[in-house]
């Protein structure tokens, strides 16, 4: 379980506006028992102002009303919700700096050991484009001469687990419509 949003402030607000045992307030903020009996006892956190969780967004009244009425009950945090899982967007992979010069390696890795894959499968394996794609098994790109092919996996571009998984997907799908896919030849390997 993850800590609230400001678990000090989110502790002195649930010993001053509730009936929560300690061990509640510990459990769901994440912090020891003895840090929130200090708390209580005006020890810690003194001129930290306390931290509502039902306005922000992390706990429910009822929530709050059923662990009070059970001590040994635990709370429970609501789901976080933000716009991308409310519009369901996905976010884009990001490739640190230090090795978005190995995509095109992994790229024509993936052309070459498994043409199964589509564009769109590579392109969101490895948080790239089309476009780049496209200039890799064309030739095109502007460094094909020095294109190696090379796992993503040993160039940490994605984990292993990703690309079995992706690769069993494309299989499965060939195997539905019968068409194996030609090997394609790069730089003569």
């Known amino acids: 379980m ?3 949003l400001m678990p000090k402030a ?6 001053e506006n509730t009936a929560l045992t300690f061990e509640q307030i510990s ?6 028992i003895l840090e929130i009996q200090a708390i209580a006892d005006g020890e ?3 001129s930290m102002i306390g931290l509502d969780p039902i306005t922000a967004g992390q706990l429910s009244d009822e929530e709050i009303k059923r662990c009070e009425a059970d001590s040994l009950s635990r709370l429970i945090m609501n789901p976080i919700i933000t716009a991308d899982s409310v519009l369901g967007k996905k976010t884009r992979k ?5 090795k978005r010069q190995d995509r095109p390696d992994a790229i024509a890795w993936l ?3 498994h043409p199964e894959l589509t564009d769109v499968v590579i392109a969101r394996l490895l948080g790239t484009t089309k476009n780049m794609i496209n200039s890799v098994r064309g030739k095109t790109h502007w460094n094909s001469q020095n294109i190696k ?4 996996v040993h160039l940490g571009l994605c984990r292993q687990v990703e690309l079995d998984a992706a690769i069993a997907s494309a299989q499965a799908e060939l195997a539905k419509t019968g068409i194996m896919p030609q090997p394609v030849e790069i730089d003569g390997q």
Do not use: E
Request: with cysteine; proline share 13%.
């Open 27 to 32: 459990d769901f903020c994440q912090l020891h």
């Open 149 to 152: 092919p090379r796992s993503p």
């Open 2 to 4: 993850t800590a609230p």
């Open 10 to 15: 989110t502790a002195i607000w649930l010993v």
């Open 94 to 98: 990001y490739t640190p700096v230090s």
């Open 111 to 113: 052309i070459k050991f």
């Open 44 to 46: 810690s956190g003194g």
